[in-house]
Nanobody, 118 residues
């Protein structure tokens, strides 16, 4: 069982930055077998992919965040990060950390609120 705990959300003005962190309770062996990612869900909308990163560090981004957000991971620390720059009001959502194993098991964190507002 993998547990994911997000942190770093909050209130920020448009154009500002936030860095989200995700701590994974997982063995140092298994961390290399999972793809980590960030998803978000705005009120009244479906959960959507923001960014993912493979165990070898290859990122993938939603078109809406390309050039503004950067996903990274530190396998030794069992952490994933999402650096969010040039934030817009439409980025307001609950952000969820996700882990997908090679066997297809999927895990979710509890979410952290990001609000972009002046």
């Amino acid at each position: 069982q993998v547990q994911l705990v997000e942190s770093g959300g909050g209130l920020v003005q448009p154009g500002g930055s936030l860095r989200l962190s995700c701590a994974a309770s997982i063995s140092i062996f298994e961390i290399f077998r999972v793809r980590l990612g960030w998803y978000r869900q705005a009120p009244g909308k479906q959960r959507e992919l923001v960014a993912t990163i493979t165990s070898s560090g290859n990122p993938n981004y939603a078109d809406s965040v390309k050039g503004r957000f950067t996903i990274s991971r530190d396998n030794a620390k069992k952490m994933a990060y999402l650096q969010m720059n040039s934030l817009k009001p439409e980025d307001t959502a609950v952000y969820y950390c996700n882990a997908l194993s090679l066997s297809g098991n999927e895990y979710w964190g509890q979410g952290t609120q990001v609000t972009v507002s002046s």
